[in-house]
């Protein structure tokens, strides 16, 4: 049986395996979003367009529908289930972990389709910086 345990965060993503429910975590893949990192001022380049008002002559900024990190780490999310998904149509595994900050959780979680029936746990921790061994002290001890 092989099992996935995507560890990620809104920039970062690593991907491990496992053959042991009770076994060591083996890194297999690394997912990097730069544009995560920027800053708003970077990500939208210009100021938002104008608009005049529909009765009258007033003008007044247009505001944004989405703020750009939050459309980052939406993109992010959609990179990640696009490999996932990828892998489960495969039968690259049998199992799913999920570790992620409760927003990217939420994010991951709208957009299983499928992998919903993959998944055997979630865990909305940020522990993207840990070492294999320190993460599976993080996960129960029979995956």
């Known amino acids: 049986m092989t099992i996935w345990v995507l560890v990620a965060d809104n920039s970062r993503g690593r991907l491990f395996t496992t053959d042991f429910s009770s076994g060591e975590l083996e890194e297999q893949e690394s997912f990097v979003h730069p544009d995560s990192r920027l800053h708003d001022r970077e990500i939208t380049g210009d100021l938002p367009g104008r608009a005049f008002d529909r009765f009258g002559g007033a003008r007044h900024a247009m505001e944004q529908r989405l ?4 459309g980052q780490a939406i993109r992010f999310a959609e990179q ?3 490999y996932l998904e990828d892998g489960r149509v495969n039968h690259r595994f049998d199992k799913l972990y999920v570790v992620a900050p409760p927003t990217l ?7 299983y389709g499928h992998l919903a029936t993959m998944v055997a746990g979630e865990f909305g921790k940020h522990l993207t910086q840990c070492t294999p061994k320190e993460l599976r002290g993080h996960l129960p001890a029979r995956l």
Do not use: N, T
């Not at 959780?105 to 957009?111: P, Q, T, V």
């Open 105 to 111: 959780l939420g994010l991951l979680r709208d957009r």
């Open 67 to 70: 703020d750009p990190k939050d």
């Open 80 to 82: 990640l289930i696009a």
